[in-house]
């Protein structure tokens, strides 16, 4: 039997004692909060909302695997407690930062997920929702509202309502817009919006130009933001939008708009005539 009178406690083996604090929430903050500085049983009773018998025992267990000691009324954790709560910390990041990526993975461009894990925990990552379909597109069109120069690759999440009539404001402000696109992409914008894309394309501080080899996703630049914008290769649904402004990523995102702009050509002005 376990300390606490049961079966269920695993102390000979490594996984035993990680399944061990991860398998009620409060024990990982308890080693946590002990790091910080020493607290009584009725600090980290309010600090973590569990019951006295609850942390007697988990306080139990932790003097048993020598995580912490007590000083008088008060206990702190041991150098082997700061290193087991350090460890935990970075375990339980990684493994936000996976769940929060996992369902955009498959979308990202190889570059991004080659880079340091690190550098994931710093994207922010917008998905539809059952109720809210239209939420990448929503926090898109709430990032144009706040740049003063946009460069687009692929920039189709850009000319979806309500995206288009923000970005035309833009234009009309005098910030400066460069779209890289596929011609089908510009066809049919041209198509469906003949006036506004001819009132776009007289104005000197919006330029579109072409390529016939774009990547999958979408690759913006917003000031000091990158976005990279997931679609469905089918539908052409923006599927996720991802942000960062890690140092890394936007040398990644400069290099990767200045490879296709070098090879991309202007869009003749009698494709905007209809």
């Known amino acids: ?46 600090q973590t909302g569990v019951s006295p018998s609850t942390i007697r025992r988990t306080l139990r267990q932790f003097e048993y695997r020598s995580w912490v000691r007590k000083e008088g009324y008060r206990y702190v954790a041991t150098r082997l407690g700061e290193a087991i709560a350090a460890g935990m910390e970075d375990l339980t990041s990684l493994v936000e930062t ?33 109720d809210s379909p239209y939420r990448p597109v929503r926090r898109f069109e709430s990032l144009l509202r706040q740049t003063n120069e946009v460069r687009y690759l692929r920039p189709e999440v850009a000319l979806m309502e309500p995206c288009f009539d923000s970005l035309f404001s833009l234009i009309d402000a005098g910030v400066e817009i460069t779209l890289i696109d596929r011609p089908s992409c510009h066809a049919y914008f041209v198509a469906t919006y003949p006036q506004r894309s001819s009132e776009m394309q007289r104005r000197d ?24 914008s997931c679609y469905e290769r089918d539908s052409g649904s923006v599927r996720a939008l991802v942000e960062a402004d890690a140092p890394v990523i936007r040398e990644w995102a400069e290099l990767t708009y200045a490879s296709f702009e070098a090879d991309a050509r202007p869009v003749e002005p009698e494709a905007y005539v209809q």
Do not use: Q
């Open 1 to 46: 039997m376990g300390l606490n009178g049961t079966n269920t406690v695993d102390t000979d083996s490594a996984i035993g004692d990680i399944a061990y604090l991860a398998r009620s929430a409060h024990r990982i903050p308890t080693l946590v909060a002990l790091t910080e500085r020493p607290r009584s049983r009725s600090e980290l009773c309010e």
């Open 98 to 130: 996976e769940r929060k990526l996992r369902d955009v993975w498959h979308w990202l461009p190889d570059e991004v997920t080659e880079f340091p894990t690190e550098t994931w925990a710093e994207l922010t990552v917008t998905l539809p929702e059952p």
């Open 205 to 228: 501080n919006f330029t579109v130009l072409e390529h016939d080899e774009l990547p999958e996703c979408g690759v913006g630049l917003l000031d000091d933001r990158v976005t990279i």
